[in-house]
């Protein structure tokens, strides 16, 4: 490493909070980019599972796209446990409208709640060890290690080394979906 580079490390280190350093690795966005206002900016970023799986050389570009892409669609989907108010529902003064007493998604959300049982179908269901993999790392941004710990797999603990085997299958497996998905 060079001294420039654990300068620079250093500095981040020193800048971050704490609380946000117990929460996994952060590093600067290489390139400059305009913010929400237009000035120019090097915000930070945080490493995900995925992106620290890629520069191990554990999985392909392609496969961590295929997550990226499920990732995406997963949002898309309202599927995540935690959620904000949805303030486009809101109404000010006059009564809601309602289409029975449960929230009906759109049709946007809908069709990514279909890519995504998709997917999920693809790489073997949701109560393979493939599915719930993807679903709570991928999906609900866990930890691997959190996932082998308390979710494992039908009830089973499972070691950090093979929840890592099961993840790369999974996103193996995905790519193949996708990849499929896009020739028809």
Do not use: N
């Not at 892409?69 to 809601?96: N, V, Y």
């Amino acid at each position: 490493m060079t001294r420039r580079k654990r300068d620079r490390d250093a500095v981040a280190r020193d800048i971050i909070s704490l609380e946000r350093q117990q929460h996994g690795p952060v590093e600067l966005v290489p390139a400059i980019i305009a913010d929400a206002a237009g000035r120019l900016a090097r915000p930070y970023r945080a490493i995900d599972t995925l992106m620290l799986m890629e520069r191990r050389g554990s999985i392909t570009a392609g496969m961590r796209q295929a997550g990226e892409d499920f990732r995406r669609r997963f949002a898309t989907a309202q599927l995540d446990p935690l959620r904000a108010l949805d303030i486009a529902r809101l109404t000010l003064g006059g009564k809601p409208e309602r289409r029975g007493d449960e929230h009906v998604p759109g049709l946007r959300a809908e069709a990514a709640r279909a890519a995504v049982w998709r997917a999920i179908r693809a790489v073997g269901g949701i109560a393979s060890p493939a599915g719930s993999c993807l679903w709570h790392v991928v999906g609900w941004e866990r930890s691997l290690k959190e996932w082998a710990q308390e979710q494992g797999w039908a009830g089973r603990r499972v070691s950090q080394e093979a929840a890592a085997g099961i993840l790369i299958a999974a996103l193996g497996a995905l790519e193949t979906h996708f990849r499929q998905k896009k020739l028809r």
